[in-house]
């Protein structure tokens, strides 16, 4: 298990690059967090929801992703409530203080990840397990599902994941471990360090140091890295991307939203030579674009209120008049039709609003989720919303999307204008060239098209040499062998 003094660490990154490590070493891992709190998720090959970070995980590793190696997904909806996904199924909204409640509910939330652990184990060796946040809240220990107490479950092996980055790595590594119980302290066999920057050398001595404080090995220090690219489970960095348009290149703006989800989307997009990407709710920004994305969120009716409150709104249509194309994904395909609605109240006490007028269409918001991986003319991707988008009136269907499964989704009123449920599409080199192809003429000579899947399989490469390079393999299969 790789657990950590906090969150954002790098807890997921550093488990990605150890199933890719474990797969190049000729072993069968897979990776495994009991709960996970995420607005990006991902459709199993069995139409079930799971966090983003583990479907990476089990992309490194080399294997499909199944719901055992999520059971438990929470998705805020606010700063008190949650939609709670039990093995790729939502069972409801829960308020955080309910949830953590564990009496509260009929259900035994513990048993349930502890046997989801137990069918993985059974198939898969070894499993790469993954904690939450810090494993230091000591308030919340007697409901703790994700950090030690499912470590004591699986008899794994703990080491504990520090950021030096964010500084005060000493107090934090070893406040982590001296806020342990014996039991547990005991399961922690080794340090990593992560995000060092600078002069390694400058820490020989705080090395010696932590491992003489702390009584646990450090197994490496990790340096921070700028050139490996692996889809991040938080978006706390979309803002900060640039902003500027750029000659020579297709400038494609991604509304943000409040309740932004499933942002990777358009890590492919981003990578590709011929666009530049940013993300912005600043209309002056807007304007400057060739391409506006409106992507997927877990609150449609509440961003489209704020999109028309900010003026967003307004600016979108305003620059697709004047020659901009806009795309909606998901929650943005829901907003670019006629009216939302939401007459059942599933998403809040907003129970209609207009949308952006783009296209004819009508959304209806109800509970059934709809979660499924999809093949269409141009590639793959999957489905994960709630509600059901229709013509609207006399409104003729116009599909962007022809599904393998014989169904039609989306709506095209033309090369500029047109909206989709299915997440990924942005994966697919096929659909990213009818995108970027009406402006063909900004498109500098020498930038080519982009490979997405093999540019993956190229970083998570590129990562597992990074991790081993500055990390003790010899001392870690030692651990591991020790163990059993």
């Not at 906090?6 to 967090?33: H, L």
């Not at 055992?68 to 790729?88: A, C, F, R, W, Y």
């Not at 939203?257 to 990777?264: A, G, M, Q, V």
Request: net charge negative.
């Amino acid at each position: 298990m790789f657990a950590g003094t906090g969150s954002d660490v790098g807890k997921s990154i550093v488990a990605a690059a150890f199933c890719r490590i474990f797969k190049q070493d000729g072993y069968n891992p897979a990776p495994f967090k009991a709960q996970n709190m995420a607005l990006n998720s991902y459709a199993t090959p069995e139409g079930f929801e799971i966090g983003r970070a583990q479907a990476v995980q089990a992309e490194a590793a080399g294997i499909p992703c199944h719901t055992d190696m999520n059971p438990l997904l929470l998705k805020p909806q606010s700063d008190h409530t949650s939609q709670v996904i039990l093995h790729g199924k939502p069972i409801g909204n829960k308020n955080a203080y309910d949830y953590w409640r564990r009496g509260t509910s009929d259900i035994d939330y513990r048993r349930e990840v502890c046997e989801a652990f137990d069918r993985l184990a059974s198939r898969y060796n070894p499993i790469v397990m993954e904690g939450a946040g810090s494993i230091s809240e000591i308030n919340l220990r007697d409901t703790d599902l994700v950090n030690l107490p499912m470590a004591r479950h699986a008899h794994a092996d703990v080491i504990l994941v520090g950021d030096i980055d964010r500084g005060g790595v000493f107090a934090s590594v070893y406040g982590s471990i001296a806020l342990q119980s014996p039991e547990d302290r005991s399961l922690i066999k080794g340090i990593i360090i992560n995000k060092f920057r600078g002069d390694m050398r400058l820490f020989d001595e705080g090395r010696k140091m932590l491992e003489d404080i702390c009584g646990v090995p450090v197994l490496g220090v990790i340096p921070y890295y700028k050139d490996i690219y692996i889809e991040e489970e938080d978006s706390v960095a979309l803002a900060q991307k640039s902003m500027q348009a750029e000659r020579g290149k297709v400038n494609v703006a991604v509304v943000m939203l409040r309740h932004l989800s499933n942002y990777t989307d358009f890590d492919a997009l981003e990578r590709d030579p011929r666009v530049h990407l940013f993300y912005t709710n600043n209309t002056e920004d807007i304007k400057k674009a060739d391409i506006i994305i409106l992507p997927g969120t877990k609150s449609t009716l509440h961003d489209l209120y704020e999109l028309r409150r900010n003026g967003c709104a307004q600016a979108i249509v305003r620059a697709h008049r004047e020659g901009a194309a806009v795309l909606g994904i998901c929650g943005g395909y829901q907003m670019m039709g006629i009216e939302v609605l939401d007459p059942d109240h599933v998403e809040g006490d907003i129970e209609r609003l207009p949308g952006l007028g783009l296209l004819p269409t009508t959304t209806t918001m109800n509970g059934d989720k709809q979660t499924r991986q999809v093949t269409c003319q141009y590639g793959g991707g999957y489905e994960i919303h709630q509600g059901e988008t229709r013509p609207i009136g006399d409104a003729k269907p116009s599909p962007l999307l022809r599904l393998d499964d014989g169904r039609e989704d989306g709506y095209l009123i033309d090369r500029k204008c047109m909206g989709t449920y299915v997440h990924g599409i942005l994966d697919n080199a096929p659909f990213v060239d009818f995108l970027l192809e009406p402006f063909k003429d900004k498109i500098a000579e020498g930038n080519a098209p982009f490979g997405y899947a093999a540019f993956k399989e190229e970083q998570y490469d590129k990562l597992a040499a990074h991790v081993r390079h500055y990390v003790d393999m010899e001392q870690i299969y030692k651990i591991l062998t020790d163990h059993d």
